[in-house]
């Protein structure tokens, strides 16, 4: 019910931008996010957005270079990275929740539905 796509292979300073559709109640529910996992690390927050499309909020590591969007007529969730750096080389994968309250999602456990996956590899 989310598929993740737009990873590749980039040098670094290259900018990127990943989408990841969603399909029925997925989407609309709630918020949204993005994390990823690097070999041999646990799967880590980078972003995440309100069900309205407002209040974006992102991990210390990727403010500033990355951007999170979302288009629910198109029911897709956007991450746009620039300023690519070796080390957000990873898997980035994006998340659902029915859930949109007051809180920032930044946990895995905060989700229910989960894309597979799209590599991206930054090399210097």
Not at 16 to 42: I, V
Not at 82 to 109: H, I, Q, W
Request: proline share 2%.
């Amino acid at each position: 019910q989310l598929q993740a796509s737009g990873g590749g292979s980039v040098q670094a300073g290259d900018s990127l931008r990943l989408s990841c559709a969603a399909s029925g109640r997925t989407f609309s529910g709630g918020d949204m996010g993005w994390f990823l996992q690097s070999p041999g690390k646990e799967r880590e927050f980078v972003a995440t957005i309100k069900r309205s499309g407002s209040l974006p909020y992102y991990a210390d590591s990727v403010k500033g270079r990355f951007t999170i969007g979302r288009d629910n007529a198109k029911n897709t969730v956007y991450l746009q990275m620039n300023s690519l750096k070796p080390e957000d080389t990873a898997v980035y994968y994006c998340a659902a929740t029915a859930r949109s309250g007051g809180l920032f999602y930044t946990r895995m456990s905060s989700y229910e539905y989960w894309g597979q996956g799209t590599l991206v590899t930054v090399s210097s």
